[in-house]
């Protein structure tokens, strides 16, 4: 239950932002004008704290403070509109309730109601102070008018002015009241006001008249008697505290999509022991009127239904959707999906198994499955033509979800029982619709008959949607992870041919953050009698930088083919990177390795210095000139180094995600890769290389790419 309605107006404090002087409530009138002037029923304004990015709700106006209480405090790159319209510095419109499930999907999750939003951001040309919402009914047109958006805008660019005044003057910021609608006055006199009270005590039905925060104000004689509570235990309290029957989630949720949407609502609860009444809504911007009836309709048919075992409700609460959708927004994959379906969605409507079917190229596809003893009962289905007739091809191709409570229904109407999973007894068969798009159906199964009642089959075609949001995600997902393992490997070489008297081996690993590819890159070009090895890394971990990755190696294959020394092969990828017009650089270690002779040269450019392990265990880090990180200064000069390779000595080259991580001195991390290069003893290079690897704690954390390439110089050379 939430404590929203049980707080006060104006009991908030403003955040401790410098700028608005105490002596007038600047913040509050400008939002009560603001509002007024676009018709709108609530919002808030939200200031920028100076000492870190967050924006802090400082007042809000038309509706309790707990409808937002989730978003008091919110980081600028949250998902929200606020953050939005501050960091775009531009008016964000959301104009109901589809583009809020579709756009702020978390916001949905909290409020499902039908309204629109708009945010502004009150800045001035050289400071952004913070950011307004306002609200409207559902009934408010999808699209935000002109005259709307000008008066917006225009009352949040004055606000940002007033706030650069006191700004400059200094002036403290004291705390302001939420602003909340002033009931209308009483009726005509005080004797028309008894005489009201006297005849809406006389009606045959129930009356409460509720405020914005949910308390009720006035009772007459017929609430009181279906209530089952005198006045006194009634009068300023909130319904779901001080009537038992009525604490429920469900029927809160009723009064907050009232005011939020400004349209009336109602439903049914049953009070104890079987006498069921209704509850009808009537919203306005000062609070509710709720007519409260007998529903003889609904009792009659609880009377004519067969008694029945009484079975705990399987609904899911508000709490275990909004932890549902909190863990689909980390779901990374399909599979990750399919999981969290299991552990979260199938356990809380009672559910034994499920399974998730997409579609692609006319055909029905299983995702995934879990709680099937036989798995080939649902995997007999993929590759099933979306032609053929049954519930899973139906509710993909339909959009509407189908819901069997026994297995007599399922092969009534499905008599060839394509999909009847052995074991189970009852199905609820979701459509998946992302973004008006179906992109899959969820299967749930049910070891025993199982009735849907209305408000179930509600709240598992409301999951569907969040299912579907976080499916659509993670098949993207899947593709570009896909497209970026395809791309970086096609990037890197598949293998490396050293000449005789070289040994090589390589690893790459990708950052674990992102699309998982990036620019680190490494090579061996065999150019007899020598040979060349480069290794680098491009800025990044996306496709831009994996292509330009490409690009540094081809040319450094075609200048060290064409017969250029090490040097001259630094200087031409350099200009080559700065003609490529882009502005993301590479550090590169260049070497040209002569086994005959024992010795290799190298050229760096701003790239982490190799180690070199001598045959009798010894491990140095190379102390190498160099040159500044290619793509800087075209007139870059980068300098040689020869150094003495004898036979069994294993250069060890790297790019920086091996030994920088956070917290972790470089050369530290550098001595500890020295120490186990010095004690891991004679080793095949594969063996050695996996080692590397491993033992780096900048490598296991990954928080950029990893490229390791090991040379040895052979005794046979």
Aim: aromatic share 6%; hydrophobic share 45%; glycine share 10%.
């Amino acid at each position: 239950m939430s404590d929203g309605p049980r707080s006060g107006p104006g009991t908030a404090p403003a955040p401790a932002t410098a700028g608005v002087p105490a002596a007038l409530p600047v913040l509050s009138l400008a939002l009560a004008s603001m509002l007024e002037e676009v018709h709108a029923h609530s919002g808030a304004v939200y200031l920028l704290r100076s000492d870190e990015p967050v924006l802090e709700m400082a007042v809000h106006a038309g509706m309790p403070r707990a409808f937002a209480a989730p978003w008091e405090r919110v980081g600028l790159s949250a998902p929200i509109p606020v953050a939005d319209a501050v960091r775009g510095r531009r008016l964000v419109w959301v104009g109901g309730e589809e583009a809020m499930a579709r756009r702020y999907p978390r916001i949905a999750v909290v409020l499902p109601y039908p309204f629109a939003l708009a945010a502004v951001p009150v800045a001035t040309e050289s400071r952004v102070y913070g950011a307004v919402f306002v609200t409207w009914p559902g009934a408010h047109p999808a699209e935000l008018s002109d005259g709307e958006r000008a008066q917006l805008t225009a009352a949040c660019d004055r606000l940002a002015l007033r706030l650069e005044r006191a700004a400059a003057e200094d002036g403290p910021l004291g705390s302001e009241a939420d602003v909340l609608a002033v009931p209308p006055s009483a009726v005509a006199d005080t004797l028309g006001s008894v005489e009201a009270a006297r005849m809406v005590s006389r009606l045959p039905y129930g009356l409460l008249s509720l405020d914005l925060h949910g308390r009720i104000g006035f009772v007459n004689t017929a609430a009181v008697e279906l209530l089952g509570r005198p006045a006194g235990e009634l009068l300023g309290t909130v319904p779901w505290d001080s009537v038992p029957w009525l604490n429920d989630p469900v029927y809160e949720d009723r009064y907050r999509a009232a005011l939020l949407s400004q349209e009336v609502t109602s439903f049914v609860a049953m009070r104890p022991p079987g006498e069921w009444l209704s509850f009808r809504l009537y919203p306005s911007t000062t609070g509710l009127s709720v007519r409260v009836n007998r529903a003889r309709a609904v009792a009659d048919m609880a009377r004519a239904a067969p008694p029945t075992d009484p079975a705990p409700s399987r609904l899911v609460t508000i709490s275990q959707v909004l932890s549902l959708a909190g863990a689909l927004t980390e779901a990374v994959g399909v599979q990750d999906v399919v999981q969290l379906v299991w552990d979260e969605v199938t356990p809380a409507v009672g559910g034994q198994a499920v399974a998730v079917l997409g579609a692609q190229g006319g055909r029905l596809h299983v995702l995934g499955h879990r709680g099937y003893d036989d798995p080939h009962v649902v995997e007999r289905f993929d590759g099933m033509s979306l032609s053929e007739r049954t519930p899973g091809t139906h509710a993909l191709s339909s959009g509407v979800p189908a819901f069997f409570d026994s297995r007599a229904q399922l092969e009534r109407l499905y008599p060839e029982r394509y999909e009847t999973p052995d074991g189970f007894a009852a199905w609820a068969y979701l459509p998946l619709i992302a973004s008006g798009r179906p992109v899959g159906t969820c299967v749930l199964a049910y070891a025993e008959p199982h009735a849907f009642p209305a408000d179930e089959r509600a709240v598992l075609t409301s999951l569907g949607g969040l299912i579907a949001q976080a499916l659509a995600r993670a098949q993207l997902y899947d593709a570009k992870h896909r497209l970026a393992h395809g791309l970086q490997q096609a990037l890197l070489p598949s293998s490396l041919a050293p000449p005789a008297g070289i040994e090589a081996a390589a690893r790459y690993l990708p950052a674990t953050h992102g699309m998982e590819i990036g620019g680190d890159f490494y090579d061996l070009v065999p150019t007899l009698p020598l040979t060349a090895a480069v290794i680098g890394d491009v800025q990044g971990h996306n496709v831009t930088a994996a292509g330009l990755m490409g690009q540094i190696r081809t040319g450094v294959r075609a200048y060290t083919t064409v017969g250029q020394a090490p040097h001259e092969v630094m200087s031409s990828t350099n200009r080559l990177l700065i003609d490529l017009g882009t502005e993301l650089f590479a550090s590169c270690l260049y070497l040209r390795l002569d086994p005959a002779r024992g010795r290799a040269v190298m050229a760096r450019a701003g790239h982490p210095p190799p180690l070199l392990r001598r045959p009798d265990g010894r491990v140095r880090v190379l102390d190498l000139a160099g040159g500044p990180l290619l793509g800087i200064d075209a007139a870059a000069v980068y300098p040689t180094t020869e150094v003495s390779l004898a036979p069994g000595s294993v250069l060890v080259l790297y790019t920086d995600g091996l030994v920088e991580s956070p917290g972790v001195d470089i050369e530290d991390a550098l001595v500890d890769l020295g120490g186990l290069l010095s004690e891991i003893g004679d080793q095949p290079l594969e063996r050695l290389a996996d080692e590397v690897v491993q033992h780096s704690a900048a490598a296991r954390e990954r928080v950029d790419d990893v490229a390791v390439l090991l040379l040895r110089a052979r005794a046979d050379a």
